[in-house]
């Protein structure tokens, strides 16, 4: 999983290395967890129904280049988190599993090495179900990887094949048994309302993965993103009153066989949640390294937001310089953004957050958003109890409205 941003704050002023401070209004008293995303942005080919920073791989991963240039990243970035404490790491993609088991181990070799890592961090890597890459899994767990997650999608051959996987159903099953023989803790990633899916077929993959019994599921609505291939030519996808029904049956069953559904697409076995994940919904510090990451850092009188460049080859070829110019947005969140981007993370948690955690991770006052929290109370989409920010069930339904709420 990836830091979501509202869109409001996308493409705004690109203005490297440099940090407008703003007045002591944001003033934190304590800097909040620090996680570590690295972005790994290959893949064997591109899904038409994917926006993320991916790239069709045409020849083999750089894996040198790439990882000289993630050393360089993390080394620019490390006067932004000296002595700070690392309690996550997410290697994201992409598919990071294209990596090998040598260059897998390098990596976190120089993490440990340069960042101050909790002794039992989560560490958390994508994987994706390719028989090349299942059977690098045992290796990576060797390495210090701690939780696997899989991008399974469908247990349908003929839905994989819609979606343009490269895995088929048999290898989705072999891989999830052998990250369970690796770690001790998984994740499938699984997708619904998928192109002329029935709500008995989505039934079906769901009861499939969770005959797995692993400890975390991500249930993702597919959506048709813009600049996708999907967006250009749009399959046929279900109506809102089916994917309601799919909802509503994942809620059931998923609440029925022991996952606890704590954000808006992740459900957890007790204790099984994903640490690096919360950390975002809670406001928590990143740093992001590796092409197109983003990270969120705090400093007691700013909270910045950071970008890399997104090209591969580019952010390759920027990092090594070591001048700086592998940063394509470096600026602070204004106190208005700050406000509601606290409230677009914490509404998406299932039990909210304390509303003492407000003042704790942005440096702003509780009074900067009462009319808006009064406002959304009085409308009956936040709870009304004191001492707590969450969605209320009618909240939770119209959960863009709630966040929306926060913009103005
Ligand atoms: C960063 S992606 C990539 C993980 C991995 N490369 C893969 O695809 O198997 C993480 C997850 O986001 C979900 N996802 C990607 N694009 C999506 C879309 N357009 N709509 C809904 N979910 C999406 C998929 O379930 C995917 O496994
Ligand atoms: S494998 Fe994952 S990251 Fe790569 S293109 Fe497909 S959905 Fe995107």
């Given at each position: 999983m990836h830091p979501t941003f509202p869109k409001a704050t996308e493409g705004r002023t690109k203005n490297p290395g440099v940090v407008p401070r703003i007045g002591p209004s944001s003033a934190l008293t304590s800097l909040p967890p620090l996680s570590l995303y690295v972005h790994v942005p290959w893949c064997v080919r591109k899904c038409p129904y994917c926006d993320f920073n991916s790239h069709e791989l045409k020849n083999e991963v750089p894996e040198r280049e790439y990882l000289d240039a993630l050393q360089a990243d993390l080394e620019q970035a490390l006067p932004l988190i000296w002595g700070r404490q690392v309690i996550s790491i997410f290697i994201g993609g992409g598919t990071p599993?294209?990596?090998?088991?040598?260059a897998l181990d390098e990596m976190l070799a120089m993490f440990r090495a340069l960042l101050n890592l909790l002794p039992d961090a989560e560490i958390t890597m994508e994987a994706?179900?390719?028989t090349v890459e299942a059977g690098r899994f045992t290796d990576y767990a060797a390495s210090g990887v701690n939780r696997m997650s899989l991008g399974i999608q469908s247990f349908d051959d003929a839905a994989l094949k819609a979606l343009g996987r490269v895995h088929d159903a048999r290898q989705a099953r072999a891989a999830i048994e052998i990250a369970q023989r690796s770690v001790d803790r998984v994740n499938l990633d699984l997708m619904y309302a998928l192109p002329g899916q029935s709500v008995e077929a989505c039934a079906n993959d769901l009861r499939q993965a969770m005959s797995f019994q692993t400890g975390h599921l991500s249930l993702y609505h597919l959506t048709l993103e813009p600049n996708t291939v999907f967006a250009k030519y749009p399959p046929v996808v279900p109506d809102d009153d089916t994917s309601a029904a799919m909802q509503d049956l994942i809620t059931e069953a998923t609440s029925a066989g022991g996952w606890e559904q704590y954000e808006v697409s992740a459900y957890a076995k007790p204790g099984q949640r994903c640490l690096h994940n919360l950390n975002y919904w809670e406001f928590g510090d990143?740093?992001?390294?590796?092409?197109?990451a983003h990270?969120?850092?705090?400093?007691?009188?700013?909270?910045?937001?950071?970008a890399k460049h997104k090209n591969p080859a580019s952010w390759i070829e920027k990092s090594v310089r070591r001048d700086g110019s592998h940063i394509s947005e470096e600026r602070v969140i204004g106190p208005h953004e700050l406000g509601f981007e606290f409230m677009l993370n914490a509404l998406r948690l299932k039990d909210g957050v304390a509303s003492g955690s407000f003042k704790e991770r942005t440096g702003l006052s509780l009074l900067s958003i009462k009319a808006t929290v009064d406002r959304a109370r009085s409308r009956g989409l936040l709870e009304p109890e004191l001492g707590r920010f969450r969605a209320s069930s009618l909240g939770w339904r119209f959960l863009n409205d709630l966040q929306a709420e926060f913009l103005e």
């Open positions: 599993s294209l990596l090998s088991a040598s994706n179900p390719g990143y740093l992001g390294i590796g092409p197109g990270g969120k850092l705090s400093f007691h009188d700013r909270i910045i937001r950071q």
